[in-house]
């Protein structure tokens, strides 16, 4: 089992990154990717402290650590740029805050996000068909979450998924300690979404598979 979604209290989260691998470790993870939340004036300290210690945790805390980044609340003109620069910088993993219900996200952060190539849009809401396409065309993984605030729109999520080919990723939103899901509520997420119990499994290959890439950088 892979979270693609946490957060340690390098950003937004609540745990020092070593507990929050320890906590993931007792969950029965086999990998988590730290999507720690930045913006331009951000990104660079938080992943100059997140790579090395991402590094030393995959190598002794017996499971797989990502250093990635989560780009949150920039004009969606700038999200290109930020994207290559958070690559550039050390991220393995670029996800972009989508437009999420209730949220105050710049209209037009979606399509920015898919088009300069993130690898995950959390939280997309109300993503429109022809984003989805794209996101499709561009293995823009669209994000089911069980982290509440941000779900409300997972249903819409699912079935633009399946109308275009976009693959999705089913995540925690992992905060703290306690957000930490299981596999069977992982996957009761997708199911109450509205995924299949193949489309769920087809999810964790794409997943899996990313893993794997990820690990070879």
Same mark, same amino acid.
């Given at each position: 089992? !892979?979270?693609?979604r946490?957060?340690?209290?390098?950003?937004?989260?609540?745990?020092?990154?070593?507990?929050?691998?320890?906590?993931? *470790?007792?969950?029965?993870?086999?990998?988590?990717?730290?999507?720690?939340?930045?913006?331009?004036?951000?990104?660079? #300290?938080?992943?100059?402290?997140?790579? #090395?210690?991402?590094?030393?945790?995959?190598?002794?805390?017996g499971?797989?650590?990502i250093?990635?980044?989560?780009? @949150?609340?920039?004009?969606?003109?700038?999200? #290109?740029?930020?994207?290559?620069?958070? +690559?550039?910088?050390?991220?393995?993993?670029?996800?972009?805050?989508?437009?999420?219900?209730?949220?105050?996200?710049?209209?037009?952060?979606?399509?920015?996000?898919i088009?300069?190539?993130?690898?995950? =849009?959390?939280?997309?809401?109300? !993503?429109t068909?022809?984003?989805?396409?794209? @996101?499709?065309? *561009?293995?823009?993984? =669209?994000?089911?979450?069980?982290?509440?605030? &941000?779900?409300l729109a997972?249903? &819409?999520?699912?079935?633009?998924?399946?109308?275009?080919?976009? %693959?999705?990723?089913?995540?925690?939103?992992? &905060?703290?300690a306690?957000?930490? !899901?299981?596999?069977?509520?992982?996957?009761?997420?997708?199911?109450?979404?509205?995924m299949?119990?193949?489309?769920?499994?087809?999810? +964790?290959? &794409? !997943?899996?598979?990313l =893993?794997?890439?990820?690990? %070879?950088?």
């Open positions: 089992m !892979i979270e693609l946490a957060y340690t209290s390098l950003s937004c989260g609540s745990m020092a990154p070593a507990e929050a691998v320890r906590m993931a *470790k007792l969950a029965g993870l086999r990998a988590v990717t730290f999507t720690e939340r930045v913006d331009a004036a951000t990104m660079h #300290p938080v992943l100059n402290q997140l790579a #090395p210690v991402a590094r030393s945790l995959s190598l002794y805390a499971i797989d650590v250093a990635g980044c989560e780009l @949150a609340y920039m004009p969606s003109a700038l999200l #290109p740029d930020a994207i290559a620069e958070a +690559r550039a910088a050390g991220a393995q993993f670029v996800a972009v805050l989508g437009q999420y219900l209730s949220g105050h996200v710049e209209e037009g952060t979606n399509l920015a996000a088009e300069g190539g993130c690898d995950l =849009l959390s939280s997309p809401g109300l !993503i068909e022809e984003e989805a396409v794209l @996101a499709a065309e *561009k293995n823009c993984m =669209l994000d089911v979450t069980a982290y509440s605030p &941000h779900a997972n249903g &819409h999520v699912v079935r633009m998924s399946r109308a275009t080919g976009a %693959r999705i990723a089913v995540t925690g939103g992992v &905060h703290e306690i957000a930490f !899901i299981s596999a069977d509520l992982r996957r009761a997420v997708g199911i109450g979404a509205g299949t119990a193949d489309e769920y499994a087809t999810s +964790r290959s &794409h !997943i899996n598979a =893993l794997s890439r990820m690990l %070879r950088m």
